[in-house]
């Protein structure tokens, strides 16, 4: 299943040479980012548990997506082109625990250019940094084509090959199999990659109707929550890593410290201003507490309002370090310096290769 020899390519100089960059993008095992899941980082007992839905168009990514959440979150068409243009994620919560899931474009279609996949492979990689405890290949029931094959091959060169070990095979359109189990449709499926595959995931696999809805969703999306956190646990309660995740996640840190400064710095700012305007105030109050009695109705006015704005700033500022983290995956600015970096680590193979 490896990827093949690539041609080399000269060095990259200019902006405008990344966006031209005519290469595939491998950041996987053979790309420089060697393929280790981190038992320091990766505790199953974290706050989110992330998700990432990976596969062909048309393979019900999305409609899987919004099966997990419970809710219409990623557009989705009963259509075989792709709907989802861009890397989303989105939230939800199961049993108490903070999920994530990640909808993905065409990133793993053979017949979209790869240059013109960078920025959401990037993106890709950013918003599942600093890696999924569960990647879910999204198949449809029905024949396994080479453009299946293509779209896990596209997986192994992004990721690496012991991305296998976090993978789940995830068939759509359920309802098609009528009176047929998952078991018996699965030994049909004769085709060696496959047959492969599921004893490199240690047959993990299960089946969506993603039209399905109350007692019939809920059992589905159980099923699959109970394999994800067995395979976690199997894995060591870690999620996927590799030295490119590992970067990305560096740079996001460095970005979310910076914003988080700011907003510090921010507050402190505007709590100083209140403080001094109020503080005068309440300080001549209190020298001249036995002559105002008329006064005290202001007093308390002016007090209630100071302590309702330092309220006011303190929740906002305590928003804003909640949200340092998704502002920072969503920044176009530290996307390019993940883009830059994941060209350099394209070319660092080729020039070391």
């Not at 031209?20 to 981190?38: F, K, Q, W």
């Not at 199953?44 to 992330?50: D, K, T």
């Amino acid at each position: 299943m490896a990827g093949k020899e690539l041609p080399s390519s000269p060095t990259l100089k200019t902006p405008k040479e990344i966006q031209a960059l005519g290469v595939p993008l491998h950041v996987g095992t053979g790309y420089g980012c060697s393929s280790d899941p981190d038992n320091s980082g990766g505790d199953s007992r974290e706050p989110e548990l992330r998700i990432v839905l990976v596969g062909k168009t048309g393979a019900g990514k999305s409609a899987t997506g919004n099966t997990l959440l419970g809710r219409r979150e990623f557009e989705s068409k009963a259509s075989g082109g792709s709907v989802t243009k861009v890397c989303r994620k989105a939230r939800t919560r199961w049993n108490g625990r903070d999920i994530a899931v990640v909808d993905t474009p065409g990133i793993f279609d053979t017949e979209t250019e790869e240059k013109n996949n960078l920025k959401e492979i990037a993106r890709f990689m950013t918003v599942s940094s600093p890696g999924p405890h569960a990647l879910l290949l999204v198949l449809r029931v029905g024949r396994f084509t080479q453009e299946e094959k293509a779209a896990i091959e596209q997986l192994y060169r992004i990721l690496g090959a012991e991305a296998v070990k976090f993978l789940i095979i995830l068939f759509t359109r359920k309802e098609d199999l009528g009176e047929e189990s998952l078991g018996e449709y699965v030994r049909t499926i004769d085709d060696s990659y496959f047959k492969e595959l599921l004893e490199k995931c240690e047959n993990r696999c299960c089946a969506f109707n993603n039209y399905a809805s109350g007692v019939e969703r809920d059992a589905q999306v159980s099923e699959l929550m109970a394999m994800i956190e067995k395979m976690v646990q199997n894995n060591g309660g870690t999620h996927y890593t590799n030295n490119t995740y590992k970067s990305v996640e560096r740079f996001l840190q460095e970005d979310i410290l910076a914003r988080q400064q700011r907003n510090k710095e921010q507050f402190d700012r505007e709590r100083e201003e209140l403080r001094r305007k109020y503080g005068k105030m309440f300080e001549k109050f209190e020298k001249e507490k036995e002559t105002w009695k008329e006064e005290k109705e202001k007093y308390k006015k002016e007090k209630e309002e100071y302590e309702k704005k330092l309220k006011a700033a303190e929740e906002q500022y305590e928003k804003k370090q909640e949200n340092s983290r998704m502002e920072a995956e969503n920044d176009e600015n530290v996307l390019v310096k993940i883009i830059t970096f994941i060209v350099k680590v394209i070319l660092s193979w080729f020039t070391t290769s």
